[in-house]
């Protein structure tokens, strides 16, 4: 019976070494997915930043500009994004109130998130980049190309 016990014991030891080992592989993988997830939505935002999005309908790696700035993605309603974007390309300041009602008139989908709040973090986060600035009163203008 000693026998038995003592292979229990060592195959005890055994599962939990290779336990250990399969969840630091996990834990490394799962920090390398974390990391080009941070990478990948990196290059999305300065994408965006920079006027191109990705078309899902394309072949891999193929972008669609439009020159006048407006993007469209394969015909689908407006994107909150494309219509800040198009609303600031006259290039004088808009407060977030405005922005929301051009969305909402273009069709954009606010699905149950408050439209302002929504607009505003758009309107910050693209505000983070060269060609857009936001004023001290809460207005956004576009300043360069």
Aim: proline share 4%; aromatic share 4%.
């Amino acid at each position: 019976m000693n026998q038995f016990i003592d292979s229990l014991k060592k195959r005890q030891a055994q599962l939990e070494k290779e336990q250990a080992d399969l969840q630091r592989t996990i834990n490394e993988a799962h920090a390398r997915l974390n990391a080009v997830t941070g990478a990948l939505n990196g290059v999305h935002a300065l994408l965006h930043l920079e006027g191109v999005v990705p078309d899902n309908g394309a072949a891999p790696g193929s972008m669609v500009v439009q020159p006048s700035g407006a993007l469209t993605l394969n015909g689908r309603a407006p994107q909150l994004y494309d219509v800040v974007i198009s609303a600031l390309q006259d290039r004088k300041p808009h407060t977030t109130l405005e922005i929301v009602e051009v969305a909402q008139k273009q069709g954009v989908k606010f699905e149950g998130k408050d439209p302002m709040k929504t607009v505003s973090m758009t309107l910050l986060g693209i505000s983070r980049g060269k060609k857009y600035k936001h004023h001290g009163n809460g207005s956004y203008q576009q300043i360069a190309d």
